[in-house]
């Protein structure tokens, strides 16, 4: 199993590059294939030594080789993480199923989310279309949930009921959180969708009076939600079964 976790902390390693790349450039609608990466300071064209991910950050101790300004950990932090999470999903699911794949795809989905909100505050539509996509098609003709239509309902209800919320608060929360739910709907369906909408309340209030108490946050101000919701998806991912444990199913 070893080889196989070393594969999974490569692959890990090269998607976090990747996912740190979309997340950058989509929601400000620059290509990502034939536009070549650059120094967001001297705006030099980075060459194949700079694109290892977390090895060429380290070799020049977190500086652009060409300006020398300090380059955001944002880079290095997504990398690990990104490595780190598909080891452990990987050895979750282990051996390799469809279920591990939607798992993977989802993780992808909440990491390059995640990126886009906090730098951005945007999630951009052809994201969501994109995993919805794979999702719809996976449900329907390859690993179906038990009953088949559970995925549906969780992503209908769950826009229904949050886009409600959305009008009647004002913009307690954003649009792009609501078609975020319902993307996460069709991955996991009804009733682990309701425990990640459960899990990100709860980690996205104790994260808001934290930055309220701290100052970062002031009364009233938005802030970014998707990183909470893609914690709770984590969880579930990962740990899911043995919350439910505690609370069996009707």
Same mark, same amino acid.
């Given at each position: 199993?070893?080889?196989?976790?070393?594969?999974?902390?490569?692959?890990?390693?090269?998607?976090?590059?990747?996912? !740190?790349?979309?997340?950058?450039?989509?929601?400000?609608?620059?290509?990502?294939?034939?536009?070549?990466?650059?120094?967001?300071?001297?705006?030099? *064209?980075?060459?194949?030594?700079?694109?290892?991910?977390?090895?060429?950050?380290?070799?020049?101790?977190?500086?652009?080789?060409?300006?020398?300004?300090?380059?955001?950990?944002?880079?290095?932090?997504?990398?690990?993480? *990104?490595?780190?999470?598909?080891?452990? &999903?990987?050895?979750?699911?282990?051996?390799?199923?469809?279920?591990?794949?939607?798992? +993977?795809?989802?993780?992808?989905? &909440? %990491?390059?989310?995640?990126? *886009?909100?906090?730098?951005?505050?945007?999630?951009?539509?052809?994201?969501?279309?994109?995993?919805?996509?794979?999702?719809?098609?996976?449900?329907?003709?390859?690993?179906?949930?038990?009953?088949?239509? /559970?995925?549906?309902?969780?992503? /209908?209800?769950?826009?229904?009921?949050?886009?409600?919320?959305?009008?009647?608060?004002?913009?307690?929360?954003? $649009?792009?959180?609501?078609?975020?739910?319902?993307?996460?709907?069709?991955?996991?369906?009804?009733?682990?969708? +309701?425990?990640?909408?459960?899990?990100?309340?709860?980690?996205?209030?104790? %994260?808001?009076?934290?930055?309220?108490? /701290? $100052?970062?946050?002031?009364? $009233? !101000?938005?802030?970014?939600?998707?990183?909470? %919701?893609?914690?709770?998806?984590? %969880?579930?991912?990962?740990?899911?079964?043995? &919350?439910?444990?505690?609370?069996?199913?009707?």
């Amino acid at each position: 199993m070893l080889p196989e976790v070393m594969v999974m902390l490569m692959l890990g390693l090269i998607f976090g590059s990747f996912f !740190q790349v979309v997340g950058v450039r989509v929601p400000i609608g620059k290509p990502i294939a034939w536009s070549r990466s650059e120094c967001p300071n001297c705006h030099a *064209t980075l060459q194949a030594r700079d694109l290892f991910p977390v090895v060429s950050f380290l070799s020049t101790l977190g500086r652009c080789r060409y300006c020398t300004v300090h380059i955001s950990p944002q880079y290095f932090i997504v990398e690990i993480a *990104t490595a780190f999470l598909f080891v452990l &999903v990987y050895v979750r699911f282990y051996p390799l199923s469809t279920e591990m794949v939607i798992a +993977l795809l989802v993780l992808s989905l &909440v %990491i390059i989310v995640t990126i *886009t909100d906090l730098r951005y505050m945007r999630i951009p539509n052809v994201i969501l279309l994109l995993f919805a996509t794979l999702f719809v098609f996976i449900r329907l003709f390859i690993d179906p949930l038990d009953p088949w239509w /559970s995925s549906f309902l969780a992503a /209908s209800t769950s826009f229904v009921i949050l886009y409600c919320v959305l009008l009647l608060s004002g913009g307690g929360i954003g $649009g792009g959180d609501v078609k975020f739910f319902a993307v996460l709907g069709l991955a996991f369906g009804l009733w682990d969708l +309701l425990l990640v909408f459960f899990l990100s309340t709860l980690f996205g209030t104790v %994260i808001g009076l934290l930055a309220l108490v /701290s $100052g970062r946050l002031k009364t $009233g !101000q938005a802030f970014p939600f998707a990183p909470s %919701i893609a914690l709770a998806v984590v %969880i579930v991912l990962l740990f899911g079964n043995t &919350v439910w444990s505690w609370y069996p199913l009707p």
